[in-house]
């Protein structure tokens, strides 16, 4: 007899709030319904009421993890409606920005899935880790989560001190190659829980419309920094990590390496980047009457801004498509046969952002 | 690349088709998304998302936006009487989207299997969107 389970949407062990509903028949889960929208601020809504500037500030706060690459979607947008080109100098900073900010949030992502193991002092070691990469942003921006770098048609802060972002850089790349992929690849315990556990096949990652680390770990090679390319990305030889694993096991290891790849396009990006202005002369650019869309690859996947302007200083339309919108819904196809005591990181493994979700 | 345009056109009953910088645009104001839907589905295309855009007839625009690498192709389809056919059954990402627009922009689809509310509390009424943005929200609001 199966009987009916619920969690949330306020649970000391979600961390923001949504819901499940659990159909199990024993410890195997038959299936799950998701419910969202307790955290809905109707930020697509405001940002039709606030001119372009504000709404840099507004898109930001979509999330807390992944702030900076939202601004820099819609400024990719209106930049698009209004045929601004950037300085190179530019593109280069808000690409090295976007992979500190990739750099920082799969560590947050492993510490947290580390902790759901019930690995403890990786999680300590994780988490010094990412609080490097914190100091570095903070050291750019002034703020260790919403950074404000994005201007229209530029960013707003230059990067000083090269040479510190190296360092920091360097020293997460030994720790993700001396203890995260050991552990997570090589530890008995680890692999009991993560091996062949939470599967997402290819089909069905297709048909969800999953993106980001979720469907690379499912063999989908879709990663928009190579497929509509954007930034600085074009010179630097980015290459896409996808694996055939379609587990828990496959989703750590495909976010492990875009670590080691971020430090590398860091690295790239720092020393190839050219001397120049970094924001066009117009502090207040007019975006004209017309529309556009934008994509960039968020550390959890496409990020998707349409924008719609009427040649006022308040878009008429936009709107927000995040990551995690597409890729929660797959939990359903993921969990089902799955066991009760593997959900908490099953959920983790696709890394869910509610905020993100509800907007 | 031209035989899915191709296929498009004829799926979207004739729509006008642009090329801009950030991929096609077709305009195919009465076509039925579900055909639009079954020729993205033959040539593996994801569904990104749709934007619902408000008209001033009180009807709701819907853009499909698909993607292929290198080739974002964006569908634009108008509602009739705010309804429309579901694309749910064909595109399992399009149930949460549809979902959402039926929430807030108030609009019907015809044939999806599970059309409930998804951000906003079903007490609350529908199409909480179906509001002016641009100039004209600015006048309102300091009016």
Known sequence: MPYKLPIGPYHPALEEPYKLLLTCRGEVIEDV???????????????????????????????????????????????????????????????????????????????????????????????????????????????????????????????????????????????????????????????????????????????????????????????????????????????????????????????????????????????????GPIRIADPLPVIPAGEATARAEAQRGEVFYYVASDGSDTPVRVKIRTPSFVNIPAVQAITRGQFLADLPLIQASIDPCISCTDR | MDAILNELISASQNGQIEQRADGYWIEAAGADPREIAGVMKAYHARLSTVTAVNRADGETDLIYHFFLPKKPINVRVTTREQRLPSVATILPAANWIEREIHDLFAVQFDGHPDLRRLVRPPEMPEGFYRQPGGAAARTERTA
Request: net charge negative.
């Open chain 1, 33 to 275: 319904q998701v419910e969202v929208g307790f955290v809905m601020r109707s930020i697509e809504l405001l940002a039709q009421r606030r001119n372009y500037i504000q709404d840099l500030v507004l898109v930001e706060h979509v999330c807390g993890i992944c702030s900076n690459v939202h601004a820099m979607t819609f400024a990719m947008a209106a930049e698009k409606i209004a045929g601004i080109e950037l300085p190179p100098r530019a593109l280069y900073i808000r690409t090295i920005v976007a992979e500190l900010e990739r750099l920082h949030s799969h560590l947050l992502w492993a510490g947290i899935g580390a902790e759901d193991i019930g690995y403890r002092s990786m999680f300590m070691e994780i988490y010094y880790l990412r609080e490097r990469v914190m100091d570095i942003l903070e050291a750019i921006s002034g703020n260790r989560v919403n950074y404000g770098m994005i201007a229209l048609g530029g960013v707003t802060r230059d990067l000083t001190d090269p040479e510190s972002i190296l360092t920091a850089v360097r020293e997460v790349r030994k720790g993700v190659e001396k203890v995260v992929i050991p552990i997570f690849t090589q530890d008995a315990t680890v692999k009991a829980r993560t091996q062949g556990i939470g599967v997402l096949s290819t089909e069905d990652a297709v048909a969800y419309g999953a993106v980001g680390p979720l469907a690379r770990a499912s063999n989908v090679p879709d990663d928009i920094r190579e497929s509509d390319p954007y930034g600085a990305y074009p010179e630097l030889g980015f290459k896409p990590v996808v694996l055939p694993g379609c587990d828990v096991q496959a989703r750590v290891v495909v976010r492990a390496l875009e670590m080691l790849e971020a430090v590398r396009l860091i690295e790239e990006a720092l020393r190839l980047i050219p001397a």
